[in-house]
């Protein structure tokens, strides 16, 4: 009758788990974290780090993909458009990344905004959760697609460009009037013709950056029901199907 039915179904469906399903499982969570310049993305991912203390998670930053210079480039570093999706290496990020979710260490460089070099190596270990996070982390949709859940930081214009004028003066020792320069010139344009329009990917938007801790707390309790669902499916693999056919 139609009992046997449903139960017949259901007992197709436990014994089927989809590969794409399985293997879904078996990887690392990756969050995205995009938004304009000095919006509050690092200040987000350090909280979700700090909240996620027990877990493993590392942090990769799309500057650590800035195409590097030759010495004669070098001297022409404010014609340059250090905003511009063209800026990054993102093959190079895609490796890194292909890396990581299959559980293999890399060697990732560190920026240095004063040289405009990224010589020096740091070594990051295969995690639980990988957060990639930089300007335009959503523009590649080869990049999108790794991402497990999106956020977008979004700050206004006026306050972004107080902290970067303070940043770019007091951290990277440039000049007040360089930064304003590079702002018109650069940085305002990309971020409506390339950042802006990656919001549309966001899963999430978060106002204010930073200071929103409500955001950041509803979004740390979601990340942890998905890694407790990751590691009750490695020991019964068939878990979610059963959780997903009797919700159905
Ligand atoms: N940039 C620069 N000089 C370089 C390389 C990059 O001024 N040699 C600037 C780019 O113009 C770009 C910015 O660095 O606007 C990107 O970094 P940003 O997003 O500000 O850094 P985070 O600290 O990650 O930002 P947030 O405040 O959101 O954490």
Do not use: W
Not at 77 to 83: A, G, P
Not at 111 to 116: I, R
Not at 192 to 217: C, E, M, Q, S, W
């Amino acid at each position: 009758g139609f009992h046997m039915d449903g139960f017949e179904q259901r007992k197709a469906s436990i014994e089927q788990p989809t590969t794409s399903e399985t293997d879904m499982y078996e990887q690392p969570f990756v969050i995205g974290v995009a938004g304009g310049a000095a919006s509050g993305k690092t200040a987000v991912c350090d909280m979700i780090i700090q909240q996620l203390h027990d877990q493993r998670v590392v942090l990769v930053n799309q500057d650590s993909f800035y195409n590097n210079f030759s010495e004669e480039e070098l001297t022409r570093v404010q014609d340059y458009n250090f905003d511009h999706p063209d800026a990054f290496d993102t093959e190079q990020l895609l490796r890194v990344m292909d890396k990581l979710k299959h559980g293999e260490a890399v060697d990732i460089p560190k920026y240095d905004f004063k040289t405009y070099k990224s010589d020096v190596l740091r070594r990051v270990n295969p995690s639980d959760v990988i957060i990639l996070e930089g300007i335009l982390v959503f523009h590649d949709q080869r990049v999108r697609e790794l991402m497990n859940m999106k956020i977008f930081v979004d700050t206004d214009a006026d306050v972004r460009l107080a902290r970067r004028i303070r940043r770019d003066t007091n951290e990277k020792g440039r000049d007040i009037g360089a930064v304003l320069d590079q702002y018109s010139k650069f940085v305002k344009p990309a971020f409506d013709d390339f950042i802006l329009p990656t919001k549309k990917y966001a899963d999430i938007i978060i106002p204010r950056g930073g200071d929103n801790h409500v955001a950041i707390d509803l979004i740390v309790q979601h990340i942890r029901t998905k890694l407790g669902q990751h590691d009750l499916c490695k020991i019964y693999p068939n878990l979610y199907v059963i959780q997903s056919t009797f919700q159905i």
